[in-house]
């Protein structure tokens, strides 16, 4: 069974840092994508940031300079460093697997709350 877990999230004022994990289970995450969405009240989720499995990355353009992810294979995590957090950023935080397969796998979010 496939799992994926968050945690890290919270409030943070304006300015601030958070540094979001997921730890995954079932055997997928070496060879898997990884990767972190959000979605806001009103909003369609979007991709934040994204990993493969040999390290490449990719950010939306809102958080690049600010956001950076990374990976750990030996500890099945996917991390989400975010520095510089505006209100804007404040949403349910997601993490996502996507597999060799084609198997899409969530986790069951996060909060991220930025006072202003």
């Known amino acids: 069974q496939v799992q994926l877990v968050e945690s890290g999230g919270g409030l943070v004022q304006a300015g601030g840092s958070l540094r979001l994990s997921c730890v995954t289970s079932?055997?997928?995450?070496?060879?898997?994508?990884m990767g972190w969405y959000r979605q806001a009240p009103g909003k369609q989720r979007e991709l934040v940031a994204e990993?493969?499995?040999?390290?490449?990355?990719n950010y939306a353009d809102s958080v690049k300079g600010r956001f950076a992810i990374s990976r750990e294979n030996a500890k099945n995590t996917v991390y989400l460093q975010m520095n510089s957090l505006k209100p804007e950023d404040a949403a349910v935080y997601y993490c996502?697997?996507?597999?060799?397969?084609?198997?899409?796998?969530w986790g069951q979010g996060t909060q991220v709350t930025v006072s202003s």
């Open positions: 996502h697997a996507l597999t060799v397969y084609g198997m899409n796998y």
């Open positions: 079932g055997r997928i995450f070496s060879n898997s994508r």
């Open positions: 990993i493969s499995s040999d390290g490449n990355t």
